[in-house]
Nanobody, 126 residues
Framework: QVQLVESGGGLVQAGGSLRLSCAASGVTFRSYATGWFRQAPGKEREFVATFSRTGGYTYYADSVKGRFTISRDNAKNTMYLQMNSLKAEDTAVYYC???????????????????WGQGTQVTVSP
C-alpha cells in the first residue's frame, strides 16, 4: 500500500523559508515520478515542481522558479521542497504526489497522478 506523508509546513513571514518533506512507503522512489502541488482556498490544485519518472529531470512552475528547489533521497524514499523568498501568494496546502507510469506531458496535471499525501499547510504572512 502506497503512503505519502508530508511534514514541515507552518506559518512564516514573507521573505522567509520553509522546507517540506514527503516520506513515502510502499513505493520505490527511483521508479516513480514524484512532485509537489498546492491548493489555495477556492482554487484548483496547481503544479509546483516535479521529478520525472527517472529522476533525471526537474520541472518548476514559473511562479516558483528560482525560489523553490525540489530534491529527493531515493535511499530514504523521501522528497523535499526547499522554499525560499516566500510570498503571501504561496499560502496553500502543499501535497506530495507520486506515480509510476505518468508521462512527461502530464506531469503538470494534477488529475493524472495516482498517489497523494494528506497535505501540509503553508501560511505566509505579508
Amino acid at each position: 500500500q502506497v503512503q505519502l506523508v508530508e511534514s514541515g509546513g507552518g506559518l512564516v513571514q514573507a521573505g522567509g523559508s520553509l522546507r517540506l518533506s514527503c516520506a513515502a512507503s510502499g513505493v520505490t522512489f527511483r521508479s516513480y515520478a514524484t512532485g509537489w502541488f498546492r491548493q489555495a482556498p477556492g482554487k484548483e490544485r496547481e503544479f509546483v515542481a516535479t521529478f520525472s519518472r527517472t529522476g533525471g529531470y526537474t520541472y518548476y512552475a514559473d511562479s516558483v522558479k528560482g525560489r523553490f528547489t525540489i530534491s529527493r533521497d531515493n535511499a530514504k524514499n523521501t522528497m523535499y521542497l526547499q522554499m525560499n523568498s516566500l510570498k503571501a501568494e504561496d499560502t496553500a496546502v502543499y501535497y506530495c504526489t507520486a506515480d509510476r507510469s505518468i508521462i512527461q506531458s502530464s506531469l503538470r496535471r494534477a488529475e493524472q497522478w495516482d498517489y497523494w499525501g494528506q497535505g501540509t499547510q503553508v501560511t505566509v504572512s505579508p
